[in-house]
Every structure is written in structure tokens, then in C-alpha cells.
């Protein structure tokens, strides 16, 4: 993986004297300039607005935008470009799912079945909607190793009407086995002479990192980010099994969603348009199907085996640091390149400042999962993620960089 560093220029920049290690990853990954030429290329050569334009400028803009769609749909092997809703981010895309599917088919006293350790774009939503709907919020618990403990849930499955859980947590790490789980949830049900829930799955932070098939899972959305897989800010998707669009709702209105408009009534553009109201992001569209492109030259299989393989080699170096602790599976193989840790005694924060100033880029707070540090009893947490341009020897900085602070805050 060393010869993809020449494609991130960023990390050749110097911080506080020190070349650039960027642990923050699972926040937002760098940008190849291969992405940047495709974006630079459209704005340069073929900015212009999407759909009912007829001149060429239009045409070939279109083309592109829809070409993106059709890419971003084989990378997650959907095959199917119309299922794929472009939004902003992950973010917007699980707020979609609420407002346009949530409000039309969720009612009162059902239950929506997520997880403790959310990322807060998929539990905020879903708090909104219970209060609104007057329906219950259940929570799967993790185990000590971070992973899902069905076993302690016993939720009337005739009331569950969704299934709304992380492939990937963002905080511990651990990949969840989502064909695995939807197999045993839809078993559960048909025991119980039951009606099968629709399922959502956050993929922020597992399309950068692993292969993923979303027909395989049996799941009805899929949403993830584009600024976490080398493409650009202000872009995401929404995937939406086709047989689903029936059940939804307009989500917001006004140009571009439309078929034919009165003043006095309106109808509706067929999905995935109908989803994606006023001018949308073109030049992101351009990038991260250039993003996926560029992650499909290198092999997704590539990058999950490099990261498994700089993530043990992290967490040996960890463990032999004393008063550690790390959160998460044990195995490498069991999360993503994604390591949330303490040193007693050192506030996350301070730690991060000291390696700030050694050149390392970490993330220290909550990471948007703050019901499970507080049930956990931690104010916080030291989180380091890899991508596909970190290094064994950027491992090697990192826990000097710890071992200064010890020092320094010890």
C-alpha cells in the first residue's frame, strides 16, 4: 500500500515540525488527486445543471451525474443505479429514511430495535420519530468485547417495525454480521407467526474499509458517506431496495422531484428523483463515483487486508503500554482499522494536543456515541483510525507520541 501515498498530497504536510500522520479517519479520509482531476474536470469543462437541459453543456452533465449513480450502485453491488438517492451524507441519508418511510409506516406502541452504541445520525432520528409517534425505542446491548448481545433482548417481534443498527461502530470498531442477524431477526418472526421489520444499516464506516454487498444482506436501506472513502464533503447515498420506494413518502419538495405541477396540486418524478429535490451536488456525484473507482483499482480486499494487518500490529504496540485500555473486539479481524483507547490517569483531550503537536492526527471526545460512554462511565475516548496510506512506522510515531505524554501528564 506504501505506493498509493503519492496519491494524497496532504500527507506531505508539515505540523508543529513533523511530517503529517492522520489517524482520524473514520472522522473523514484524505482525497486522492485522482478524485480531484474528475471533479476539476467537470467544473472546468462541463458545469452546467442537471436533466431538461438540451443543450450540450446539460447533456453532458447528466450524463455524468447518472454515470455516477451507476457506478456508486455496482461499488456496493446494488446493480441497480436507480435504487441509489444521492444526498449529503450519512447523515441526511438516515433522516430520509425517517421522514419519508418512518412517518408513513411507523405507528403507535411499535418498537424500533437499534443499538446502545449508535453513532447519534442513527439514534437521534429515531428518538424523534418515537416521541412523535408515541412508539418504542429498544436498545441492543454489547457485550465487554463490543459486539452485539442479542441474547438479553426479548422485544414482542409482531411490534418491531424496524431494525435500524451500525454495519461498522465507530467507536468500538466492531463489524457486525448483518446477513447473519437479519437470517436470525426474520426467524425470530416467522416463530412468532410475526411479520418481518424493515432493516437500515448505517455503512459510513464500513463501505471505506470492507467489500460490501448489499443485496446479500437482505436489508432494505443502506446509507453512507462519501468523505470517509476519499471522496468529497457534502455527498452520500441513500440505498434503497426498489421494492421499498412504494412505502415512502416525499421527503422535500420542489424542483427537480417533480413530474407535472398545477397551482392547486402536484405529481411526483419516479425514484429515485422524487428524492432528490433542487439542483444536487453534480460535482460531488463526479467525485465519489471517482472515489469508488479509484478504492475499486485498488481491491477493497487490498485494503481490508492491509488494515487488519496494521491494526494488530497497533494494538500489540498498544498493549505493551501500561495502564491501557482499549475498547472493542480483541482480533483485528473482528473490527474495522479503528482503535478507541485510555491511559489512566491522561485526559483524551491532553493526549490528543501532545501528539497534535508531534505531527499525529487523533480524534478525542465521544465520537458522537455519547449514551454509551456515560452508561460506561468514561468521559472519554483517545480514538486512532487507519486508512489505506498509514504505515507500520506511522504505528511506531503514534505510541512514542503516547509515551511522551505519559512522561509529560505521569
Request: hydrophobic fraction near 40%; aromatic fraction near 8%; glycine fraction near 8%.
Amino acid at each position: 500500500m506504501q505506493k498509493y501515498r503519492s496519491d494524497f498530497p496532504i500527507l506531505n504536510r508539515i505540523i508543529n515540525g513533523k511530517l503529517l500522520v492522520y489517524f482520524d479517519n473514520a472522522a473523514t479520509s484524505q482525497m486522492p488527486l485522482f478524485v480531484f482531476e474528475k471533479m476539476k474536470e467537470f467544473e472546468f469543462n462541463r458545469r452546467a445543471n442537471v436533466h431538461r437541459g438540451v443543450h450540450t453543456l446539460s447533456e453532458e452533465a447528466s450524463v455524468m451525474y447518472e454515470q455516477a449513480r451507476k457506478t456508486v450502485s455496482d461499488f456496493i453491488l446494488a446493480n441497480d443505479p436507480s435504487e441509489i438517492v444521492f444526498v449529503r451524507n450519512a447523515t441526511e441519508a438516515i433522516n430520509l429514511a425517517a421522514y419519508a418511510w418512518g412517518r408513513k409506516n411507523i405507528n403507535k406502541n411499535d418498537i424500533i430495535l437499534t443499538s446502545e452504541v449508535e453513532h447519534h445520525s442513527n439514534l437521534i432520528p429515531w428518538q424523534i420519530l418515537a416521541k412523535e409517534k408515541e412508539c418504542t425505542l429498544t436498545f441492543i446491548p454489547v457485550n465487554e468485547e463490543g459486539k452485539l448481545d442479542f441474547q438479553k433482548i426479548h422485544p414482542d417481534w409482531s411490534k418491531v417495525k424496524l431494525v435500524a443498527i451500525g454495519h461498522a461502530f465507530n467507536v468500538l470498531g466492531t463489524i457486525n454480521d448483518i446477513t447473519k442477524i437479519v437470517k436470525n431477526i426474520k426467524k425470530e418472526c416467522k416463530k412468532s407467526g410475526s411479520k418481518s421489520p424493515r432493516f437500515l444499516v448505517d455503512g459510513a464506516q464500513s463501505v471505506p474499509h470492507i467489500p460490501v454487498n448489499v443485496k446479500k444482506f437482505g436489508i432494505d436501506f443502506f446509507a453512507f458517506s462519501g468523505h470517509k472513502m476519499c471522496g468529497p464533503m457534502g455527498i452520500g447515498v441513500l440505498w434503497v431496495n426498489r421494492n421499498i420506494f412504494g412505502e415512502m413518502s416525499e421527503f422535500l419538495t420542489g424542483g427537480g422531484m417533480i413530474d407535472r405541477v398545477s397551482l392547486l396540486e402536484s405529481g411526483f418524478a419516479k425514484p429515485p428523483e422524487r428524492f432528490e429535490a433542487g439542483t444536487p451536488n453534480v460535482t460531488g456525484a463526479v467525485g465519489l463515483a471517482a472515489a469508488c473507482e479509484y478504492l475499486t483499482g485498488i481491491g477493497m480486499e487490498n485494503i481490508r487486508k492491509h488494515e487488519v494487518e496494521l491494526t494488530s500490529y497497533a494494538l500489540r504496540k498498544l498493549r505493551g503500554l501500561k495502564n491501557v485500555t482499549i475498547y472493542g473486539p480483541a482480533k483485528a479481524e473482528d473490527r474495522t482499522g479503528l482503535i478507541s483507547f485510555n491511559i489512566n490517569g491522561i485526559h483524551p483531550h491532553d493526549a490528543a494536543s501532545i501528539l497534535d503537536s508531534e505531527g499525529i492526527a487523533v480524534r478525542s471526545g465521544q465520537h458522537c456515541v455519547m449514551p454509551w460512554h456515560v452508561n460506561n462511565k468514561i468521559n472519554a475516548t483517545i480514538r486512532a483510525s487507519f486508512y489505506l496510506y498509514n504505515t507500520a512506522d506511522e504505528v511506531d510515531r503514534l505510541i512514542s507520541g503516547l509515551e511522551k505524554s505519559v512522561k509529560m501528564l505521569i
